[in-house]
Structure formats: C-alpha cells, structure tokens
C-alpha cells in the first residue's frame, strides 16, 4: 500500500515515518505539509535521512488521491477538521490524530479546545479508534479518530471495572503524568529544559482537553458514569505516560477477582499486559513499544482500587496505535510493524 502523512514534522508524524518505513505491506510513503512543502524531512530530523529523502508536498487532493490509499493526519487541532472530509471523499482512508474528530457533540468541543468544531457530518463518519474495545466497527472504518494518549492510559485501565459495574461511579480520579514529548516539538514555556529538569509540574487544572474525551467513553461503556476527576502532570522525561487510577468498590471484593477480571478482559490482546500479583508497571518498561501495561491492587481497609496503567505516549498513545488501526482497517495481522520489544533501560 501506499500511505502519506500530513504534518511529519512533528514528533507524531516522524514517529509514524520510523514505523511504518519497516512496514511489511507499505510499499512507499509520501510527506505532506501545508505549511513547509519543498523542505526535505532531514532538515528536522536528520536521523531520518536513510529512510526519507524526498521534499515535503503540497496538500492537493487531486494529488493526493492518485498517489496513496491512507492518509495520516499528524497535525494539530483545527487542521484535521479541514481536511479529513476532503480526503475520504477523495477515496483515501483517513486516520486522524489530532482531537479534531473525537467529541461527538461540536459544542463540547468547541468549550474545550475554544476552537470551531468539525461538520457534524463529518465527525459521525469518524471511528474511535481503540482497539482493545472498538476493534468490529474499526474493519470497516473509512475514517478513524485516534484516540489521545492520556484517554488511551485512562481507558484501557479502567475498562473493566465499568463494564462490570462494579465501581461508584462519581469516585473515580485519574492522577496522570506524561513526559514533555506530549506537548508537541514547538518550544514553550512549560517544556523549556531550565523550567522542567529537576521539576515536576501540575498543569491545566480542571482544564484539560482529554477529559470530555474520557468521559464520552466511559458514559458509553456504562450510563452511570457521568463526570470524573481528571488531573495532568508534566515530569522531566521526554516518553512515557502512569496514569494511577484511584476508584472505590460498590461491594467487598479480593485482589485476585479484580486481576482474573483484568486477565480475562484482556486475554487475547497482544498490547495490553496485565501484571502478576504485588507487580506495577513503569515508563521505561514500555518505551518505544505499543504496549499499555497494567497493575493493580484493591486495598480491604479502605475498599479502594488502585490501577497502574502505563503506555510510551509517542507509540501507543498515538503513532503505534494509528497503525495498529491501519492494520485493522486493511485486514492485516494486528501486530504488523508493531512487533517491536521496548527499550531497557
């Protein structure tokens, strides 16, 4: 196949660049921008020479169309809106990164990212695309939103415990923290190295973008969830995402239910690894992987669960998980040019 990327500059977009260059089934790979088209990818990334050394196109959809079967839009809000339709009514699949297509309901994201929102048409064409639990309507998507990384962290680990109903549903809080690589390539105050080596910050308070897109999920996953506690923290590493999940039991449970329950959820899975009793997962234990790693523990004295799930947020926080969709969507093995160990340390 042939596939393009819209926005390889960024780390999302040279990151799907490294990936699916060692793709069994892409045959070429096509650079778009619709802003620095003639620049060659080398001028960013110079490790990238060996596997790319051609100029960025122009975003021109007559073009687009006779050149490749999917487009990659590996671009910032606001972009995607603009051109997902064009593409897929140009015959192209489309997987979207950006959040431009996630929110079903425009004004709930025009509250949160105070940006215009996507054609109501356009946004119900769009597929949630995690895996692990929307896999049937995947196969036969034209069009995929990719989740955000923290949303991916958060949902993955708390997916069985709402599809069984077995927690209180106004308890649950998500303490996440995410390496400066998630705030994207452009510099800015909060990732400057003098404000973030040797710091740790809280940022977006009550504020971030991620939470209505968790919370939509979840309300599908279960009526009875309606609002949850959301918080972000930036740490001075560059990959890597915990969220540590805190939510409270409805009735007396055991440890070794809530892990059998997690090991069933997950059995057939190849991504998401659930951890042997008294084992929690780290960043580093996932990096450069398309693994979401989980832990968890049930405390009797208080009747809360805690859950540790871990996954790089470069890979399957949002490029890995983007050709994990592409492999879906085309009726490859779901695990093609993703099989890839982490790195240690």
Known sequence: MRVGIIGATGYGGAELLRLLNQHPHVQDIILYSSSKEGMNIQESYPHLSEIYN?????INIDSVKEEVDTVFLATPPGVSSEWAGKIAEAGCQVIDLSGDLRLEDPSVYEAWYKREAAPS?????????????????????????????????????LAPLVKSD???????????????????RSPSAITHYSEMNENFKI????QHKHVPEIEQLLHQWNKK???ITFQPHLVPMVRGIMATIYVKARKKTTEQELRELYREAYRHERFVRVRPDGQYPATKE??????????????????????????????????????????IMNGFEEGTGLKLVPMYP
Do not use: H
């Not at 051609?54 to 122009?58: A, G, H």
């Not at 940022?203 to 009550?206: F, G, T, V």
């Open 54 to 58: 051609k100029e960025l196109q122009s």
């Open 121 to 157: 048409s356009l946004i119900q064409k769009a597929v949630y695309g995690l895996p692990e639990w929307n896999r049937e309507w995947i196969k036969s998507a034209k069009i995929i939103s990719n989740p955000g990384c923290y949303p991916t962290a958060t949902l993955l680990g």
């Open 166 to 184: 077995l927690i209180e549903f106004d308890s649950i809080i998500v303490d996440a923290k995410s390496g400066t690589s998630g705030a994207g």
């Open 203 to 206: 940022y977006q308070i009550n």
């Open 225 to 227: 969830v309606s609002t």
């Open 286 to 327: 996932v990096y450069g992987s398309n693994y979401c790693d989980i832990g968890l523990t049930y405390d009797e004295r208080t009747g809360r669960i805690t859950i540790v799930s871990v996954i790089d947020n470069v890979v399957k926080g949002a490029s890995g998980q983007a050709i994990q969709n592409f492999n």
